[in-house]
């Protein structure tokens, strides 16, 4: 199963092999309320009128998005996707049949000289399994700084700082947005 998703509390899906299927749970609307605040207890971040949108990570690594009343219209929206897939470098997408063997060496080539890498996609199209594959491919001297609205790289890596961002406290204060992470790792030891 890879992803989880909720659009009312009678309408719980799942999506298996890259098909939904709609499960027979039926919740009430304080089971669903109650769920993803046991959820969020441990990531950090909120939901409230003021911060109607939460994205976080769970414990498992699958990432928890919520949107509640009055941005959707009657009920809470969740989604919880799994990651199944977790590959250390380039060369596990091509044993599992992602790229080809000519892809992976270009891909991995590009990544040692160091040269810019733009990774895009929709959703769910594999942006960051492709984006931790390439990771695993920089060489164990050279230094690692990622910047996320919530944590999803999984590296291993000897020199890797990875920074989150942080939603504003009830008192409006302590945001740390995607631009200040930006300019924060522009300030940190730079690779030999």
């Not at 596990?92 to 040269?115: E, K, M």
């Amino acid at each position: 199963m890879e992803e989880i998703w909720i659009n009312k509390p009678n309408r719980v899906f799942i999506a298996r092999g890259g098909r939904s299927e709609l499960t027979g749970i039926v919740l009430t609307p304080e089971q669903v309320r109650d769920l993803v605040e046991r959820m969020l207890r441990t990531s950090g971040r909120r939901l409230d009128l003021s911060q109607p949108f939460v994205d976080a990570v769970l414990s498992d690594g699958s990432r928890l998005h919520v949107v509640i009343p009055e941005v959707t219209q009657k009920h809470w929206s969740v989604n919880i996707r799994r990651f199944v897939v977790r590959p250390k470098t380039i060369f596990d997408l091509v044993r599992l049949g992602t790229l080809n063997q000519q892809a992976a060496v270009f891909l991995d080539a590009a990544v040692q000289c160091g040269l810019n890498t733009v990774v895009a996609g929709g959703t769910q199209a594999g942006k960051t399994t492709l984006l931790n594959a390439l990771l695993g491919c920089v060489p164990k001297h050279e230094r690692v700084i990622s910047c996320e609205e919530v944590f999803e790289i999984k590296i291993d890596h000897p020199d890797w700082i990875a920074m989150q961002t942080r939603d504003a406290s009830l008192e409006g204060t302590g945001e740390i947005p995607l631009r200040r992470l930006v300019r924060e790792a522009l300030r940190v030891r730079p690779l030999d």
